[in-house]
């Protein structure tokens, strides 16, 4: 099992900046890549920033050049830095882990709120 602790998140204007931050534990071997979804009020859950095992990254084009995916194998942290943030930012975020066999984990989530 591997557990997932987000942090990080809180109120902003647009323009700002926030760091999450994603703590893993547990069999944290066993993860190959990790990412961060994100769901708005009425909207489906989305893949906003991935990061496989030997580093490489992906985004979605909303959030392309204003955030940046990043992994500590160190610390077992992800972090998502958000610049430029906007008011359509405003969800709640979680942390993912794909786990041996293609099993997924989550966090809780951490709630982001930009205001305009």
């Known amino acids: 099992q591997v557990q997932l602790v987000e942090s990080g998140g809180g109120l902003v204007q647009a323009g700002g900046s926030l760091r999450l931050s994603c703590a893993a534990s547990g069999s944290i071997f066993s993860i190959n890549a990790m990412g961060w979804y994100r769901q708005a009020p009425g909207k489906q859950r989305e893949l906003v920033a991935g990061i496989a095992s030997g580093g490489i990254t992906n985004y979605v084009d909303s959030v392309k050049g204003r955030f940046t995916i990043s992994r500590d194998n160190a610390k077992n942290t992800v972090y998502l830095q958000m610049n430029s943030l906007k008011p359509e930012d405003t969800a709640v975020y979680y942390c993912?882990?794909?786990?041996?066999?293609?099993?997924?984990?989550w966090g809780r989530g951490t709630q982001v709120t930009v205001s305009s």
């Open positions: 993912a882990a794909e786990g041996r066999g293609g099993k997924g984990y």
